[in-house]
């Protein structure tokens, strides 16, 4: 990713921030590869190059958040041990949780989708402001926002980890309406994977 479309990502920030303050209405944007107009994210933008920390938004106790400075890249070992840390943490799944980080971002915490979803668990800023995350890149906080979110959707559905994981993926409204799976491929094709994964089909 060039500079000038970090900055372009910034400003799209900025601009979402001051449309909550504003308080006009704007729906909040889902977790995870599904835009609020029904548009997939298979198209990644790779991953942030190192720039100056980026200022602006929210965090979920009205503060402001703080700067969005390039971290370290982990590796996947050491993501996979904040994976089992988180999951005994938020009392989740451990495989559950890394079944959905290898599904959303492949253990990229700087990976960026198309509709704007950042870091290891795919989190739209929104979404990530509202689960008191402040840097979406940085792997323990986004782990943490995703497993609660994540853990929020088992619970709303009573366990049912793929209604859970199709309402990460496209949105629980988008789940209620259907009272299933919607029927939208990226998502069907979303919770085959992973209940694959999970030996569960």
Request: net charge negative; charged share 20%.
């Given at each position: 990713?060039?500079?000038?479309?970090?900055?372009?990502?910034?400003?799209?920030?900025?601009?979402?921030?001051?449309?909550?303050?504003?308080?006009?209405?704007?729906?909040?944007p889902?977790?995870?590869?599904?835009?609020m107009n029904?548009?997939?994210?298979?198209?990644?933008?790779?991953?942030?190059?190192?720039?100056?920390?980026?200022?602006?938004?929210?965090?979920?106790?009205?503060?402001?958040?703080?700067?969005?400075?390039s971290?370290?890249?982990?590796?996947?070992?050491?993501?996979?041990?904040?994976?089992?840390?988180?999951?005994?943490?938020q009392?989740?799944?451990?495989?559950?949780?890394?079944?959905?980080?290898?599904?959303?971002?492949?253990?990229?915490?700087?990976?960026?989708s198309k509709?704007?979803?950042?870091?290891?668990?795919?989190?739209?800023?929104?979404?990530?402001?509202?689960?008191?995350?402040?840097?979406?890149?940085?792997p323990?906080?986004?782990?943490?926002?995703?497993?609660?979110?994540?853990?929020?959707?088992?619970?709303?559905?009573?366990?049912?980890?793929?209604?859970?994981?199709?309402?990460?993926?496209?949105?629980?409204?988008?789940?209620?309406?259907?009272?299933?799976?919607?029927?939208?491929?990226?998502?069907?094709?979303?919770?085959?994977?992973?209940?694959?994964?999970l030996?569960?089909?």
């Amino acid at each position: 990713m060039t500079a000038g479309r970090r900055q372009e990502f910034q400003n799209q920030l900025d601009r979402e921030t001051q449309r909550k303050i504003e308080g006009d209405g704007t729906p909040a944007p889902l977790v995870g590869n599904i835009s609020m107009n029904g548009s997939t994210g298979d198209e990644k933008l790779g991953p942030l190059p190192p720039a100056s920390p980026m200022d602006g938004g929210f965090n979920i106790s009205g503060g402001p958040i703080a700067n969005l400075a390039s971290h370290p890249q982990a590796d996947k070992m050491h993501v996979q041990g904040l994976i089992a840390q988180v999951a005994r943490e938020q009392n989740i799944d451990h495989s559950l949780l890394r079944a959905v980080v290898e599904a959303e971002s492949d253990y990229n915490q700087d990976e960026v989708s198309k509709t704007g979803a950042m870091g290891l668990m795919q989190l739209m800023p929104d979404t990530a402001k509202t689960l008191g995350v402040v840097d979406p890149f940085n792997p323990y906080e986004n782990l943490t926002g995703g497993a609660k979110y994540l853990s929020q959707m088992m619970k709303r559905y009573n366990g049912n980890t793929e209604m859970a994981l199709a309402a990460y993926n496209a949105g629980p409204t988008r789940v209620d309406q259907a009272k299933g799976i919607p029927n939208i491929p990226e998502t069907q094709n979303y919770v085959n994977r992973i209940m694959t994964q999970l030996g569960k089909r």
